[in-house]
């Protein structure tokens, strides 16, 4: 695609030019002019495949891509980065994601999220606008920091590690929108983004030291941290840093910026929202919500896999080619960018039909999924391959949890009703606040809603 097509639609609109750069290459391996970069655009499941599982080794993160680059400067050599550091990392923290593991703290994290409503419920009964985006985050750091960190972290420490995530997605976004320009180019946004490290950096530095002086024997992420070893010595505080800062962002990020998206798109479709209370009534009632509701919850788990799939975090994925290769019949250089977008590829007519920019969980059901297995290829919201996100279960459980939660206790009403357009940063957030008013709702004493 010509630069003289590509740049400007991109500068205007980077989700939907790739959507649209994907739909007119019906899936085909595409290279985009945006000026001095010339990536390739990935976006058919088999040769998303190829890149990110069948030849990975040829396709790592790469510093010298704009988005990794970045990243690299916030978490440094941990769990996201490549070869034995990341292999070393993922062995470490991996126990801690066990679905074992997570599925016997369910109650605990229900427990934490039903007490961090009482803002909201304050909220409610003075008719007070809300930043649902801001209250998902205190509700996930609720559950969070207690499940996974001991409550070592307080919720107040970790929404202002979250606020500064926030700067720093954005801040990265003239790098993003300007992938050719060297690091060491002062650009919009790097000031910002460096005081946000910074700001991280001295709320867990001294937590992670309080735990190596005392490491105890829990499984919570800083005892995990603090008792590893690798080559037979303790982690650096450096390794430590790393992995925590990853942690953190990992168990935190996914969720409340995913479910954000969430309450506009309810209201927009009346007849997802009526069947999702519905749902939430029968298994739920009046809460709380308890570890053996959960697989009961099929029709909100369609909900969330589909909200998944127009709007995952991970919007987009770059590579950069190690050695020559052949994607669907063009030939890759060495050292080219290749862009993989599951924004893209799960938006394109070519897999989901005409209507694939619409939102609709039914193509979730059970007993469709295993029907339309073709289709299921072009769903990769965590990844693929070795660095498929390691907090897929812990997703699907805390927001399972967060919207069963919400849904059991209020009723919403937006402000603005209109779904918000995407802003370019380093994961898919709302291009304006999502503010809205909460009415407390009653229920029977049989648990069904009045």
Not at 77 to 90: H, K, M, N
Not at 250 to 278: C, F, G, I, K
Not at 340 to 365: L, V
Not at 425 to 447: I, Y
């Amino acid at each position: 695609m010509p630069a003289w097509q590509a740049l400007p639609s991109f500068l205007r609109n980077a989700h939907q030019s790739l959507v649209d750069a994907g739909n007119a290459a019906g899936g085909a391996v595409v290279r985009l002019g945006l000026g001095v970069s010339r990536p390739y655009l990935v976006t058919d499941p088999e040769h998303v495949h190829q890149v990110l599982q069948e030849r990975a080794a040829n396709y790592p993160r790469g510093d010298d891509t704009a988005l990794w680059r970045s990243v690299r400067k916030l978490v440094g050599d941990g769990i996201l980065a490549e070869g034995d550091t990341w292999l070393a990392s993922r062995r470490t923290l991996a126990p801690l994601f066990r679905r074992g593991r997570l599925d016997a703290l369910v109650d605990p994290m229900a427990q934490a999220i039903d007490e961090a409503t009482g803002r909201l419920e304050e909220a409610a009964a003075a008719g007070s606008v809300v930043d649902i985006g801001s209250e998902l985050a205190r509700l996930v750091c609720a559950a969070i920091m207690r499940v996974f960190f001991d409550s070592r972290v307080s919720v107040d420490e970790a929404l202002r590690i979250m606020e500064a995530q926030e700067a720093i997605v954005t801040a990265m976004a003239s790098r993003l929108l300007a992938p050719f320009a060297p690091w060491w180019v002062p650009m919009p946004g790097d000031r910002r983004f460096h005081r946000s490290v910074q700001a991280i950096d001295d709320i867990l530095l001294p937590v992670l030291r309080a735990a190596v002086r005392e490491p105890g024997d829990g499984d919570d992420v800083l005892s995990t941290l603090a008792r590893a070893q690798r080559d037979g010595q303790p982690l650096s505080e450096r390794q430590m840093r790393d992995d925590l800062v990853s942690m953190v962002a990992v168990t935190t990020e996914t969720s409340y910026v995913v479910l954000t998206w969430l309450w506009p798109v309810l209201a927009n479709h009346p007849d997802v929202a009526d069947r999702l209370y519905a749902e939430v009534d029968e298994v739920v009632g009046a809460g709380p919500v308890r570890a053996e509701q959960l697989p009961q919850l099929t029709y909100t788990q369609m909900v969330l896999n589909e909200l998944l799939r127009l709007y995952p975090a991970g919007w987009i994925v770059p590579r950069r080619a190690v050695a020559a290769d052949v994607l669907g019949g063009v030939r890759i250089r060495p050292g080219a960018t290749v862009i993989i977008s599951p924004y893209a590829t799960q938006r394109m007519t070519a897999y989901w039909g005409e209507a694939a920019e619409s939102f609709d969980p039914e193509r979730f059901a059970p007993g469709r999924a295993e029907a339309e297995k073709d289709r299921r290829r072009a769903y990769f919201p965590f990844g693929l391959g070795m660095h498929r996100c390691l907090g897929e279960h812990l997703f699907n459980v805390e927001a399972l949890l967060i919207v069963a939660t919400l849904v059991s206790k209020f009723r919403v009403t937006l402000t603005d009703r209109t779904v918000p357009t995407p802003r370019v940063a380093a994961s898919l957030r709302p291009g304006r606040r999502v503010e809205l008013t909460l009415s407390r709702r009653e229920h029977s004493v049989a648990g069904r809603s009045l």
